[in-house]
């Protein structure tokens, strides 16, 4: 069956980088898109960006650009989202989730991680 | 890109209906058909209820329907049961390979 295991919990200092994982697995790493989503406490779902695991190729919204990178390790079915220059507005559960067919949509989520910024 | 517009909340007793609205503009909702909706319960990850504003993943009962006319699209569960109380969020392609969530929607089941 198909999952997307996420790495532990962690705790940053505001300016801080944090990487987190993605494992996939039960289908085709390369064929699905990857999602990155992030939600603060007590708030909404935002979209991050994307990778097509099959190309490395990468979208981010406008608002993590040039603070965000999206990477894949494909021997290991694993994608990574780094975000850098971290503040207290970071502080989020960041989850990864996997693209459906036709691209537009997601159909399975990881557990999500939790990342908190502080001082 | 700016979230899409949702009511806060929306009730219903028990075998009534409620609708969800999700409104865009041209740029996202209106300009495609690639609206799809997420239910998610407290602490846990969202699930797909509809993608492609009318389309239901397996699994997903029939009671959950979406539409779409201009730039609002909206989620209706019908015969709720108290399982449907969550929030409810849309989610829309905005073009250039981007995507915008809506700003969620809590239902309760009264």
């Known amino acids: 069956q198909v999952q997307l295991v996420q790495s532990g919990a962690e705790v940053k200092k505001p300016g801080a980088s944090v990487k987190v994982s993605c494992k996939a697995s039960?289908?085709?790493?390369?064929?699905?898109?990857i999602h990155w989503v992030r939600q603060a406490p007590g708030q909404g779902l935002e979209w991050m960006g994307w990778?097509?695991?099959?190309?490395?190729?990468?979208t981010y919204t406008q608002k993590f650009q040039g603070r965000v990178t999206m990477t894949r390790d494909t021997s290991i079915s694993t994608a990574y989202m780094e975000l850098s220059r971290l503040t207290s507005d970071d502080t989020a559960v960041y989850s990864c989730?996997?693209?459906?067919?036709?691209?537009?949509?997601?159909?399975?989520w990881g557990q999500g991680s939790l990342v908190s910024v502080s001082s | 890109q700016s979230a899409l517009t949702q009511p806060p909340s929306a009730s219903g007793s028990p075998g009534q209906s409620v609708t969800i609205s999700c409104t865009g503009t041209?740029?996202?909702?209106?300009?495609?058909?690639?609206v799809s909706w997420y239910q998610q319960h407290p602490g846990k990850a969202p699930k797909l209820v509809i993608f492609?504003?009318?389309k239901r993943p397996s699994g997903v009962p029939d009671r959950f329907s979406g539409s779409k006319s201009g730039n609002t699209a909206s989620l209706t569960v019908s015969g709720l049961q108290a399982d449907d109380e969550a929030d409810y969020y849309c989610t829309s392609y905005a073009g250039s390979n981007n995507f915008v969530f809506g700003t969620g929607t809590k239902v309760t089941v009264l």
């Open positions: 989730a996997r693209g459906g067919t036709t691209g537009y949509y997601v159909d399975y």
């Open positions: 492609d504003v009318t």
């Open positions: 990778i097509n695991p099959n190309s490395g190729g990468t």
């Open positions: 041209s740029s996202d909702v209106g300009g495609y058909n690639f």
């Open positions: 039960g289908y085709s790493f390369t064929g699905y898109y």
